[in-house]
């Protein structure tokens, strides 16, 4: 067998156990409990955790999560965050080993990307492909715009939302969550560092809170005549394509086309980066971010406001 596909079928193996489907149901105008859509997940920790999307459980009178080999449990559901696109579940499961979390900021683009999942009720299907771009801004089934996005050409289809994008070494790096109707190869998953960075509060208390700024970004490599010029550190950074209408970054004087490169003087390379940093705590007080306009450098004060639904 050649070298690719044996990459892929231990890949795979690694995660099986945890990849799961995801039944919804709601109640119908006779009052039974009627299926109303499928998607996927994965669990990530010991104690029956599991990772999916918030579009694939949101209003779900009920939840049922189904194993490969057929075992099926009642999911409660633990917290969610529509503005991710992100929701954790929990089930009374043992039997099965939890994904392995890898580390999104260290992708580069064209590297093995493996999607698994569910698509329209097939179970437990694998397709692959390469990451495509990094850092990209996706408007979400929520309408509000996502950030620190994984594209892929890995192939998605309705009901692959939910499940888990790996690595060659079977590591989740991401969430698959979206599909661009009328295109082909362009697919996209919630990076595994945004996911792991929201886990905690959602486990605690059912949501997340943020800071927002309200700008669309893509993640960049910057050339080394660029670092030296201005004397960077940094490898990547973010590259501004949009400052939203009205949002903290328009009113601070962000313009299209500025690279951050730093917040607070802290280096800031990802996406997932930069989401980190934009605590609850940032939420209405004065921060500063630097940016390189041109050929200047600046550093423009901005105040983040909270992000709600």
Same mark, same amino acid.
């Given at each position: 067998?050649?070298?690719?596909?044996?990459?892929?079928?231990? #890949?795979?193996?690694?995660?099986?156990? %945890?990849?799961?489907?995801?039944?919804?149901?709601?109640?119908? /105008?006779?009052?039974?409990?009627?299926?109303?859509?499928?998607?996927?997940?994965?669990?990530?920790?010991?104690?029956?955790?599991?990772?999916?999307?918030?579009?694939?459980?949101?209003?779900?009178?009920?939840?049922?999560?189904?194993? !490969?080999?057929?075992?099926?449990?009642?999911? !409660?559901?633990?917290?969610?965050?529509?503005?991710?696109?992100?929701?954790?579940?929990?089930?009374?499961? &043992?039997?099965?080993?939890? #994904?392995?979390?890898?580390?999104?900021?260290?992708?580069?683009?064209?590297?093995? #990307?493996? %999607?698994?999942?569910?698509?329209?009720?097939?179970?437990?299907?694998?397709?692959?492909?390469?990451?495509?771009? &990094?850092?990209?801004?996706?408007?979400?089934?929520?309408?509000?715009?996502?950030?620190?996005?994984?594209?892929?050409?890995? %192939? *998605?289809?309705?009901?692959?939302?939910?499940?888990?994008?790996?690595?060659?070494?079977?590591?989740? =790096?991401?969430?698959?969550?979206?599909?661009? /109707?009328?295109?082909?190869?362009?697919?996209?998953?919630?990076?595994?560092?945004?996911?792991?960075?929201?886990?905690?509060?959602?486990?605690?208390?059912?949501?997340?809170?943020?800071?927002?700024?309200?700008?669309?970004?893509?993640?960049?490599?910057?050339?080394?005549?660029?670092?030296?010029?201005?004397? *960077? /550190?940094?490898?990547? %950074?973010?590259?501004?394509?949009?400052?939203?209408?009205?949002?903290?970054?328009?009113?601070?004087?962000? &313009?299209?086309?500025?690279?951050?490169?730093?917040?607070?003087?802290?280096?800031? !390379?990802?996406?997932?980066?930069?989401? /980190?940093?934009?605590? !609850?705590?940032?939420?209405?007080?004065?921060?500063?971010?630097?940016?390189?306009?041109?050929?200047?450098?600046?550093?423009?004060? =901005?105040?983040?406001?909270?992000?709600?639904?």
């Amino acid at each position: 067998m050649d070298n690719y596909s044996e990459t892929i079928i231990q #890949a795979t193996e690694k995660v099986s156990s %945890a990849v799961v489907k995801i039944e919804r149901y709601n109640f119908d /105008k006779t009052k039974k409990l009627s299926p109303s859509g499928t998607g996927s997940g994965f669990l990530f920790s010991s104690d029956g955790y599991l990772f999916t999307n918030s579009h694939v459980v949101h209003n779900a009178d009920q939840l049922r999560v189904v194993f !490969e080999d057929g075992r099926a449990f009642i999911a !409660e559901l633990t917290g969610e965050d529509p503005l991710t696109d992100l929701a954790i579940l929990k089930i009374d499961a &043992l039997d099965y080993k939890p #994904a392995k979390l890898g580390d999104s900021d260290e992708l580069k683009v064209g590297q093995m #990307a493996i %999607a698994i999942g569910n698509p329209l009720g097939f179970q437990y299907t694998v397709t692959a492909g390469v990451i495509s771009a &990094l850092g990209r801004s996706l408007q979400g089934t929520s309408g509000v715009t996502m950030d620190g996005m994984i594209q892929t050409d890995a %192939a *998605l289809n309705p009901g692959n939302s939910g499940g888990p994008l790996i690595n060659s070494d079977g590591e989740i =790096i991401g969430v698959n969550t979206a599909i661009i /109707k009328g295109a082909q190869g362009l697919c996209f998953a919630i990076s595994i560092n945004t996911a792991k960075s929201i886990a905690n509060q959602l486990i605690r208390f059912g949501k997340f809170r943020r800071a927002y700024i309200g700008v669309n970004m893509q993640q960049i490599e910057l050339v080394p005549k660029l670092k030296t010029i201005h004397g *960077l /550190k940094n490898k990547q %950074a973010l590259f501004v394509t949009k400052v939203e209408r009205n949002g903290p970054a328009m009113k601070a004087g962000l &313009l299209d086309g500025d690279i951050i490169y730093a917040f607070n003087d802290r280096q800031v !390379e990802t996406s997932d980066q930069l989401f /980190k940093v934009l605590t !609850e705590d940032k939420i209405g007080q004065f921060q500063y971010i630097n940016v390189i306009r041109g050929s200047q450098k600046l550093e423009i004060r =901005i105040t983040p406001v909270e992000r709600g639904d």
